[in-house]
Nanobody, 118 residues
Framework: QVHLVESGGGLVQAGGSLRLSCTTP????????MGWYRQAPGKQRELVAQ???????KYADSVKGRFTISRENAKNTVHLQMNSLEPEDTAVYYC????????????WGQGTQVTVSS
C-alpha cells in the first residue's frame, strides 16, 4: 500500500512564499511523473505543476512564473516552491505520482492546506 505524504502548507499573506514537499516510497525509476494539484472550496481539482521522470515540467497558466516544481531523487521527494502568492491560490494542494509496475497506477496524498490572506 503506497502512501504519499505532503507537508509545508500553512497561512501566508499575499505576496509571500511557501514550499510544499511530497515524499513517496515509490522507486524513482518507476515514476513516470509527479505533480501537484489543488482544489479550492466548491471548485474542481486542477493541475498546478508536474515534472516527468525525464525532468520535463508543465505549469498551469495561472501559476506560471510564480511556482516552481523540483525533485530530490535521493530522497524520493518533490517540491513546489510557491512565490508571490495570491488569495486565489488558496486551496488544498495534493501530491500526485504516476508510476509503472507492469501497468500505470496513480497515487495521491491526503492534501495540505494553503491559505493566502489579503
Amino acid at each position: 500500500q503506497v502512501h504519499l505524504v505532503e507537508s509545508g502548507g500553512g497561512l501566508v499573506q499575499a505576496g509571500g512564499s511557501l514550499r510544499l514537499s511530497c515524499t513517496t516510497p515509490l522507486s524513482i525509476r518507476s515514476i513516470l511523473r509527479m505533480g501537484w494539484y489543488r482544489q479550492a472550496p466548491g471548485k474542481q481539482r486542477e493541475l498546478v505543476a508536474q515534472i516527468t521522470g525525464g525532468g520535463i515540467t508543465k505549469y498551469a497558466d495561472s501559476v506560471k512564473g510564480r511556482f516552481t516544481i523540483s525533485r530530490e531523487n535521493a530522497k524520493n521527494t518533490v517540491h513546489l516552491q510557491m512565490n508571490s502568492l495570491e488569495p486565489e491560490d488558496t486551496a488544498v494542494y495534493y501530491c500526485n505520482a504516476d508510476a509503472v509496475d507492469g501497468f500505470v497506477l496513480s497515487y495521491w496524498g491526503q492534501g495540505t492546506q494553503v491559505t493566502v490572506s489579503s
